[in-house]
């Protein structure tokens, strides 16, 4: 984010930090953490930058699962997909 923002010039990034720091305190899973990193990317104000949850991303997008050799997959709609590495 802090590297690539569009309206990076305009962060206060130690304090977005900070605030997401706090925030995310007591995680323990990935999950625990989706609702910091919608705050987060929202926080960017660039109109641009969002953050959709599995079960989100799948309803929006009509994705489909796929898994192989302890990596899992999704193949999007419109030619586009992703492989989350552990």
Not at 20 to 26: F, S
Not at 47 to 71: C, I, K, M, N, V
């Amino acid at each position: 984010m802090e590297q690539q923002s569009v309206m990076r010039h305009r962060v206060d990034w130690a304090q977005l930090r900070r605030r997401v720091l706090e925030q995310a305190h007591g995680a323990r899973t990935a999950s625990d953490t989706y609702g910091v990193i919608a705050w987060a990317l929202n926080s960017l104000g660039d109109g641009h930058s969002f953050f959709l949850d599995p079960q989100q991303s799948g309803a929006r997008l009509g994705a489909t699962t796929l898994s192989f050799e302890g990596l899992t997959g999704r193949a999007l709609e419109d030619g586009l997909g992703y492989v989350s590495l552990p």
